[in-house]
């Protein structure tokens, strides 16, 4: 692999293009990069708003020392099928394609580097969280960059099997689809008892982060008085009534019980791509509304 990279992207799937792309943009100038999109008009739409060289064709993609897949789970086969025969067995893949195995990907580059990997939409705000497994072929080279690419906007966990790699993609997603909605619900709240939107979401933001580090720190020290202070009947029975005052109940109710969120929570049909696609959309819309 050259000390110059040569990093192309062959989008499908625009909830995930964009959510990469807007990562890479914190640490990284994306004029460095190519993409291959759906048509014309989607090419200049990603070039106006990420300054990056958009395509509609495959013409560079036997010259890609990274190429990063973002196709829609129903085109997978489809697209792989196009390009497999075209890619040097030097390029490293990185697929973020959701609802697709490590082992599917690699049958059709067996003698590729093949990486996984899957991200939370936090890191458009540079505190994202992704996780990566790597195929046999992998080196520590090619993990290497995968770190130093997402290492400005997330953290990285590394795991070392699909089952492993499923269970934590499921915990990653699971948390943030809640976190989402207890943001959203405490700072639909603050605005309800007259607080701005700004200052209802910098208190959510503060009291968050701190209650985040205080329950983890405590925890890990096996310390009594947090412990106490949360079996505290009085205590906890005032704060149920604050919750159900200020209608942060009413508000998780009814973000947690929307249609489209049903299938977060149905565990047999989790891995369905239709699903995971529905809670990607709804986590765009919930974040732009």
Same mark, same amino acid.
């Given at each position: 692999?050259?000390?110059?990279?040569?990093?192309?992207?062959?989008?499908?799937?625009?909830?995930?293009?964009?959510?990469?792309?807007?990562?890479?943009a914190?640490?990284?100038?994306?004029?460095?990069?190519?993409?291959?999109?759906?048509?014309?008009?989607?090419?200049?739409?990603?070039? #106006? &708003?990420?300054?990056?060289?958009?395509?509609t064709?495959?013409d560079?993609?036997? &010259?890609?020392d =990274?190429?990063?897949?973002?196709?829609?789970?129903?085109?997978?086969?489809?697209?792989?099928?196009? =390009?497999a025969?075209?890619?040097?067995k030097?390029?490293?893949?990185?697929?973020?394609?959701?609802?697709?195995?490590?082992?599917?990907?690699?049958?059709?580059f067996?003698?590729?580097?093949?990486?996984?990997?899957? %991200?939370?939409?936090?890191?458009?705000?540079?505190? !994202?969280?992704?996780?990566?497994i790597?195929?046999?072929?992998?080196?520590?080279?090619?993990?290497?960059?995968? #770190?130093?690419?997402?290492? !400005?906007?997330?953290?990285?966990?590394?795991?070392?099997?699909?089952?492993?790699?499923?269970?934590?993609?499921?915990?990653?997603?699971?948390?943030t689809?809640?976190?989402?909605?207890?943001?959203?619900?405490?700072?639909?709240?603050?605005? &309800?008892?007259?607080?701005?939107?700004?200052q209802?979401?910098?208190?959510?933001?503060?009291? %968050?982060?701190?209650?985040?580090?205080?329950l983890?720190?405590?925890?890990?020290?096996?310390?009594?008085?947090?412990?106490?202070?949360?079996?505290?009947?009085?205590?906890?029975? #005032?704060? =149920?009534?604050?919750?159900?005052?200020?209608?942060?109940?009413?508000? %998780?109710?009814?973000?947690?019980t929307?249609?489209?969120?049903?299938?977060?929570?149905?565990?047999?049909?989790?891995?369905?791509?239709?699903?995971?696609?529905?809670?990607?959309?709804?986590?765009?819309?919930?974040?732009?509304?």
């Open positions: 692999m050259s000390n110059f990279l040569i990093k192309g992207i062959i989008s499908g799937d625009d909830f995930v293009t964009e959510t990469i792309l807007t990562g890479l914190l640490n990284e100038n994306l004029s460095e990069y190519w993409i291959v999109a759906q048509n014309e008009n989607r090419c200049n739409e990603l070039r #106006h &708003k990420y300054n990056i060289n958009a395509m064709n495959f560079l993609v036997d &010259k890609a =990274i190429l990063i897949l973002t196709f829609k789970y129903e085109d997978t086969k489809e697209m792989l099928s196009k =390009i025969g075209r890619i040097s030097n390029t490293l893949i990185i697929s973020i394609i959701p609802g697709i195995a490590l082992k599917f990907v690699s049958n059709f067996t003698d590729n580097e093949v990486i996984r990997l899957t %991200l939370n939409p936090s890191i458009i705000s540079g505190q !994202g969280l992704a996780a990566y790597a195929n046999a072929n992998a080196t520590d080279k090619s993990k290497k960059v995968v #770190h130093d690419m997402l290492a !400005g906007f997330s953290k990285i966990i590394e795991v070392s099997n699909e089952d492993e790699f499923e269970k934590v993609r499921r915990f990653i997603f699971a948390n689809f809640l976190s989402y909605v207890l943001v959203k619900s405490l700072i639909d709240a603050g605005t &309800k008892v007259g607080f701005s939107t700004e209802a979401g910098l208190i959510v933001d503060q009291i %968050l982060k701190g209650a985040s580090k205080t983890i720190d405590f925890q890990n020290a096996g310390n009594e008085m947090l412990k106490d202070g949360l079996r505290n009947k009085k205590f906890t029975n #005032h704060a =149920i009534e604050l919750i159900r005052e200020y209608g942060i109940y009413d508000s %998780l109710e009814r973000y947690l929307m249609k489209e969120t049903t299938s977060l929570f149905e565990a047999d049909n989790y891995s369905v791509e239709n699903n995971i696609n529905l809670n990607y959309n709804w986590f765009e819309r919930m974040v732009r509304d």
